[in-house]
């Protein structure tokens, strides 16, 4: 979908941006370009809608020179996420969304089914529609920009550090949600960041750049983890790169064991009876509270008014990471297994666990 081709970039000031750039963007995928500042990642990206024109090469999307379309035709049909979304803020939610639509000439009938589709889409209230930026918070506000890269539904979707202004926690439901839409919409998207993580938990490609604009390897995260193409890499991967590798494989593997359980409307003197050790306190629609011993349990009463060690529960989909630190988490070493609707299903040891990571980095690891 995207080429470079012996693609160069230097400013008037002298400075190298890109460096002898060759590099294929498959289509579908989501490719994340990563490296420290001024290694030319943001400049690869503009690139590709012209908001900066190469010095030298080609550079190709779909098959052709982007110098030979007209720059403001190529953004049209190429979507764009900057950080803290860029939304005008004179103009609602709905009007933000609805500005390439209105600019193609749709009529108002296909704009407003279009914003109202997109609403759903990522997950935001079709009453927001009527808001104005100011009056969302900045993971609304980054929602809203992604509806509106997607408005015209381009093939190519660029973004550009998207999440990066927004809290932990926020940023994490973005990726997230970033991943289920391209789940459903199987768009070209190169994705922008210095974080790694972020990289490895997006990408199906990850390319990396070190300052001076060099590329210095363009590969999957399982390789690019397993197989560092030098010492730079290596050091920007970081020392837990083996641990890493655990966040692209999934829970799927690992056998469920049974658990005993009790509930919150359970009475504690019934609940003393369940066991001699740590039992699993679960709502009365078995959804997971925590651990509980039973030598430290109340007086009396029913176990609603029990303190547990808190035990998030984990799908088949969640990764062997995330898994492992859930049985560090835990009082007795077990991960709390769930099905799609939330209930438990059993439990999965450290042991069963690190068993499955063995097999995978086995996997992997092997040139």
């Given at each position: 979908?995207?080429?470079?081709?012996?693609?160069?970039?230097?400013?008037?000031?002298?400075?190298?941006?890109?460096?002898?750039?060759?590099?294929?963007?498959?289509?579908?995928?989501?490719?994340?370009?990563?490296?420290?500042?001024?290694?030319?990642?943001?400049?690869?990206?503009?690139?590709?809608?012209?908001?900066?024109?190469?010095?030298?090469?080609?550079?190709?999307?779909?098959?052709?020179?982007?110098?030979?379309?007209?720059?403001?035709?190529?953004?049209?049909?190429?979507?764009?996420?900057?950080?803290?979304?860029?939304?005008?803020?004179?103009?609602?939610?709905?009007?933000?969304?609805?500005?390439?639509?209105?600019?193609?000439?749709?009529?108002?009938?296909?704009?407003?089914?279009?914003?109202?589709?997109?609403?759903?889409?990522?997950?935001?209230?079709?009453?927001?529609?009527?808001?104005?930026?100011?009056?969302?918070?900045?993971?609304?506000?980054?929602?809203?920009?992604?509806?509106?890269?997607?408005?015209?539904?381009?093939?190519?979707?660029?973004?550009?550090?998207?999440?990066?202004?927004?809290?932990?926690?926020?940023?994490?439901?973005?990726?997230?949600?970033?991943?289920?839409?391209?789940?459903?919409?199987h768009k070209t998207i190169v994705f922008v960041t210095?974080?790694?993580?972020?990289?490895?938990?997006?990408?199906?490609?990850?390319?990396?750049?070190?300052?001076?604009?060099?590329?210095?390897?363009?590969?999957?995260p399982a390789e690019l983890l397993a197989h560092p193409a030098d010492d730079f890499v290596a050091d920007f991967l970081g020392s837990e790169r083996g641990l890493k590798l655990l966040s692209l494989t999934s829970l799927a593997d690992v056998p469920v064991e049974p658990v005993t359980t009790v509930t919150v409307s359970t009475p504690v003197a019934e609940a003393r009876r369940a066991g001699d050790g740590w039992v699993l306190l679960v709502t009365d629609d078995h959804r997971p509270r925590g651990w509980l011993h039973v030598d430290h349990l109340p007086a009396d009463g029913v176990l609603a008014d029990a303190e547990p060690i808190v035990a998030a529960g984990l799908t088949a989909s969640a990764s062997l990471l995330t898994a492992l630190d859930a049985t560090v988490s835990s009082p007795v070493g077990l991960a709390v297994r769930v099905d799609d609707d939330g209930r438990v299903v059993g439990v999965s040891s450290h042991q069963r666990i690190n068993e499955r990571a063995a097999r995978f980095r086995a996997q992997v690891l092997v040139p």
């Open positions: 979908m995207i080429s470079f081709e012996a693609v160069n970039k230097k400013f008037a000031d002298g400075t190298t941006a890109v460096r002898e750039l060759d590099m294929e963007i498959p289509e579908g995928q989501l490719t994340v370009l990563v490296g420290s500042s001024g290694c030319g990642k943001t400049t690869t990206l503009r690139m590709i809608n012209r908001m900066i024109d190469a010095t030298s090469g080609q550079v190709r999307v779909d098959g052709r020179d982007v110098r030979d379309v007209n720059a403001s035709t190529l953004r049209r049909n190429i979507g764009y996420v900057i950080q803290q979304s860029g939304l005008f803020p004179h103009r609602t939610v709905a009007d933000n969304i609805a500005t390439v639509p209105r600019l193609l000439g749709w009529d108002r009938k296909r704009v407003r089914d279009r914003v109202v589709e997109l609403l759903d889409t990522v997950g935001l209230a079709r009453d927001l529609g009527g808001k104005y930026p100011h009056q969302l918070s900045g993971g609304q506000q980054q929602r809203v920009g992604v509806a509106r890269a997607l408005a015209a539904d381009p093939p190519v979707l660029l973004m550009d550090e998207p999440f990066g202004a927004v809290d932990p926690v926020v940023r994490t439901l973005l990726q997230d949600e970033l991943l289920r839409l391209q789940d459903e919409l210095h974080d790694i993580d972020e990289a490895v938990k997006l990408g199906d490609r990850i390319a990396i750049f070190k300052t001076g604009g060099h590329l210095v390897q363009f590969s999957t």
